[in-house]
T-cell receptor
Framework: GAVVSQHPSWVICKSGTSVKIECRSLDFQATTMFWYRQFPKQSLMLMATSNEGSKATYEQGVEKDKFLINHASLTLSTLTVTSAHPEDSSFYIC???????????????FGPGTRLTVL | KQEVTQIPAALSVPEGENLVLNCSFTDSAIYNLQWFRQDPGKGLTSLLLIQSSQREQTSGRLNASLDKSSGRSTLYIAASQPGDSATYLCAASSNTGKLIFGQGTTLQVKP
């Protein structure tokens, strides 16, 4: 099946530092990747849509200057949380759109998530 | 704006029981509907995807149905097992690929 990886799986950082999270599609090319955030006991909230070679599209209320997204290749998207603060502590999950591989439009496969804790 | 609701929020059943999880959505113009499983602290595992032109999909003990006209989908789990304990999420997709998630149903299957 379609495999998506994330790195790191968890990270603890001090307030004010920046953290980069990588999302990779391992066995397919993904023209579109999505970034979600999940707070404890809540569902996933879409943060942004990342398209290879173009600027990301952010959802309402998500600060694009704080959450920098780069989709430099068809297998890699990165999310950088800049000047992280404790309220940014969350579970960040990416997904990749497999429309080009399986022939099923818009089926998304998800990475294992990254647990960010900001002290 | 699409809204997705899942009922119940939590469910506890004895092992072996058949059960149904419910998902409703407000905008019937969906592209597809996807059911996921999430174990604590983990990412999402895709279980079933139903395209808008389909009415149901089956995989093993799982069967998902879709009724666009009523804005509902159900996930049927047959002969539940303790290993089925997890949070089950449904998500409605627009033609842009965006997924709108429900709040999830946390299932506990007791041995």
């Amino acid at each position: 099946g379609a495999v998506v990886s994330q790195h790191p799986s968890w990270v603890i950082c001090k307030s004010g530092t920046s953290v980069k999270i990588e999302c990779r599609s391992l066995d397919f090319q993904a023209t579109t990747m999505f970034w979600y955030r999940q707070f404890p006991k809540q569902s996933l909230m879409l943060m942004a849509t990342s398209n290879e070679g173009s600027k990301a599209t952010y959802e309402q209320g998500v600060e694009k200057d704080k959450f920098l997204i780069n989709h430099a290749s068809l297998t890699l998207s990165t999310l950088t949380v800049t000047s992280a603060h404790p309220e940014d502590s969350s579970f960040y999950i990416c997904s990749a759109d497999t429309v080009s591989r399986t022939g099923v439009n818009n089926e998304q496969f998800f990475g294992p998530g990254t647990r960010l804790t900001v002290l | 704006k699409q809204e997705v609701t899942q009922i119940p929020a939590a469910l506890s059943v004895p092992e072996g029981e058949n059960l149904v999880l419910n998902c409703s959505f407000t905008d019937s113009a969906i592209y597809n509907l996807q059911w996921f499983r999430q174990d604590p602290g983990k990412g999402l595992t895709s279980l079933l995807l139903i395209q808008s032109s389909q009415r149901e999909q089956t995989s093993g003990r799982l069967n998902a149905s879709l009724d666009k006209s009523s804005g509902r989908s159900t996930l049927y789990i047959a002969a539940s097992q303790p290993g089925d304990s997890a949070t089950y999420l449904c998500a409605a997709s627009s033609n842009t690929g965006k997924l709108i998630f429900g709040q999830g149903t946390t299932l506990q299957v007791k041995p």
